[in-house]
């Protein structure tokens, strides 16, 4: 290996092993975290083996929420992690999959790049991902990268992957290369202990394939005894100082405090021969962090959508919440009601007792009805409500029917012949037939009408938020929709695409065509969350 040959970036590896989802991103974000705290200029990314572009094409119960970035990448949810943690924004770059690589290994085989060469998984795979993870170094933009490995060590679609670290740990040496490794110890009850053996074994499927890791991160439902540390760092070949353990913790924002209460900042900024001295700025961190877990009291809300069985596919929504919560000293309760169970007759049964109501973004007919009638609902009983993207298309849709009484409006999402198509497909969408990749995404600008909850939100005129749709507020039917209450309060400056609407008669009824639920951080919770939680708490 070469010796401590300084590069003005460094990079850190964040691999697992044993079992997946033990919050590769959590951790990752959280070492972020701390080292940005530190005074470091930090950029994080994630390597998805999987084949698929991007998860634009994936279903959400496969692979949970589809975070959307400022540039439009459509990606993994753990770069919401990210930007929530690091109050950064991702681009493109940030998200690499192997479909995106081999598509770009294979175009540059076509236009004749490779001209002669056998075109293989090493170099030239290995090659196309090095390539990405330097590139969001930006060349010394950024003092370190962090990136994240998906999947398990001893997985065939990662085995690409591990072998770039290793080629990139011998070319730039020690010192400017630090691999974590985040494992799992379960408790077997019947035993009464923890058991390492796995960890041991995954650390030497890693060694396996050339990489020995600086620092593990494991993964426990209880203590780990000194002892216990010392054995993993004989066998795993790190020093007991690096052996770290992650406890479950009642909230992930609690994770980075307990890494650094173990020393991980430190432990890598030694690896990396960077500088520890910079004390760690976490007061803010702390702070919301004694927020959530000190509330002063409750809000419940009712978050009506169709994926409602895995958390993880309203991720980001969940998060804004706990974001706009603390912000308002209180814990917000959500409480996911089925759109497909709610009928005529329960509707008042399902969403009694929820101060505020929540209709989710979403695709496709299932449970479109039940949506409605929660929006319904809401605005006929003035209980705070807010709808995002498709759940915006619902309270025009319920609102046209109901208040309008154009009985059979619809979104042509759903009825392509709808007689009062009140939602309908872009202009720009007309012509599109393939599905990856070709709604309209990422940031836009947007003109808030003063006055508007909305604008009392934000407090100013021009915003840009993130967008993944294909369908629209029809606008022909925007005068009559004014006349009877509901305004629409936020523009697209260029285009005129209606981004809000709010009935300014109701405590708090706002729908949005945009996502805000993919800009909160933790030291910037989404205004428009922060006074829905507030009209909530009444
Ligand atoms: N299905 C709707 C559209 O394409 C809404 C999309 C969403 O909620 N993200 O416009």
Known sequence: ?????????????????????????????????????????????????????DPG??????????????????TDLDLGHYERFLDIPLFQANSVTTGKVYQEVISKERRGDYLGK???VIPHITDEIKRRILL???????????????????????????????????????????????????????????KTKPTQHSVKMLLEEGVQPDALVL????????????????????????????????????????????????????????????????????????????????????????????????KSIIESFIHAGARNDCKVKVVSVHSATVTEENVKEKLNGFQGILVAPGFGERGFHGKVLAAQYARENNVPFMGICLGMQIAVVEFARNVLNLC????????????????????????????????RLGAYPCKLEKGSKAYVAYGRVEIS????????????????????????????????LVEIVEIPAHKWFVGVQFHPEYSSTVLHPHPLFVDFVRASLG
């Open 1 to 53: 290996m070469k010796s401590n040959k300084t590069t003005s970036t460094k990079y850190i590896f964040v691999t697992g092993g044993v079992a997946s989802s033990l919050g590769k991103g959590i951790i990752s974000a959280s070492i972020g975290k701390l080292l940005q705290s530190r005074g470091y200029k930090v950029t994080i990314q994630k390597l998805d083996p999987y084949i698929n572009i």
């Open 57 to 74: 094409t994936l279903n959400p119960y496969e692979h949970g929420e589809c975070f959307v970035t400022q540039d439009g990448a459509e």
């Open 118 to 120: 056998t075109v293989q």
């Open 136 to 194: 969001v170094g930006g060349r010394g933009k950024a003092d370190v990268v962090i990136t994240e490995i998906g999947g398990t060590v001893g997985d065939i679609e990662s085995l690409p992957y591990i072998e770039v670290v290793r080629q990139l740990r011998y070319e730039m040496g020690t010192g400017n290369v630090a691999v974590v490794h985040l494992t799992l110890v379960p408790y077997l009850a019947a035993a009464g202990e923890l």
């Open 219 to 314: 993964r426990t439902e209880r203590k780990l005894s000194d002892d216990m540390r010392r054995k993993v760092a004989l066998f795993c070949n790190v020093d007991k100082d690096s052996v770290v353990e992650s406890i479950d913790v009642s909230t992930i924002y609690e994770v980075p405090l307990r890494m650094l209460d173990q020393k991980l900042d430190i432990t890598l900024l030694n690896k990396l021969n960077l500088s520890a001295e910079q004390k760690p700025a976490l007061d803010d961190w702390r702070k919301f962090v004694y927020s959530i877990q000190n509330p002063k009291r409750t809000v419940t809300i009712g978050l009506v959508g169709k994926y409602v069985e895995l958390p993880d596919a309203y």
């Open 408 to 439: 059979d409006a619809h979104s042509t999402e759903m009825v392509h012949s709808s007689p009062h198509p009140v939602i309908d497909l872009m202009e720009k969408q007309k012509g599109i037939t393939e599905k990856g990749g070709t709604m």
């Open 465 to 496: 938020e993130r967008h993944r749709h294909r369908y629209e507020f029809n606008n022909a039917y925007l005068a009559a929709f004014e006349k009877a209450g509901m305004k629409a309060t936020g523009h697209n400056p260029e285009t005129g």
